[in-house]
């Protein structure tokens, strides 16, 4: 099982800029699909964007153009860039590192996007 701490939410006025950080810890495979997912109030938990091992990457459409995720193997450790926020952006933002047979969860982070 992998340790997923996430860090870098926040409060920021429409238009600006934050920057997930997501470090994993423990038996860390390369397989697995590194991701971001958000769940504002009331809504259902959604993907907002993922690496897979190869490097192939998605985005939900509401964020592509904006979000840019990316990793750092060496310290094992994924980031989302977000840029342009809007207030519809605002929710918990979660790390998931997923591969056959294990899924793991960070606690989630604030990020909250007003003016």
């Known amino acids: 099982q992998v340790q997923l701490v996430e860090s870098g939410g926040g409060l920021v006025q429409p238009g600006g800029s934050l920057r997930l950080s997501c470090a994993a810890s423990g038996t860390i495979f390369s397989t697995y699909v590194r991701s971001w997912y958000r769940q504002a109030p009331g809504k259902q938990r959604e993907l907002v964007a993922r690496i897979f091992s190869i490097g192939t990457i998605d985005y939900a459409d509401s964020v592509r153009g904006r979000f840019t995720i990316s990793r750092d193997n060496a310290k094992n450790t994924v980031y989302l860039q977000m840029n342009k926020l809007k207030p519809e952006d605002t929710a918990v933002y979660y790390c998931?590192?997923?591969?056959?047979?294990?899924?793991?969860w960070g606690q989630g982070t604030q990020v909250t996007v007003s003016s």
């Open positions: 998931n590192w997923w591969r056959r047979g294990e899924e793991n």
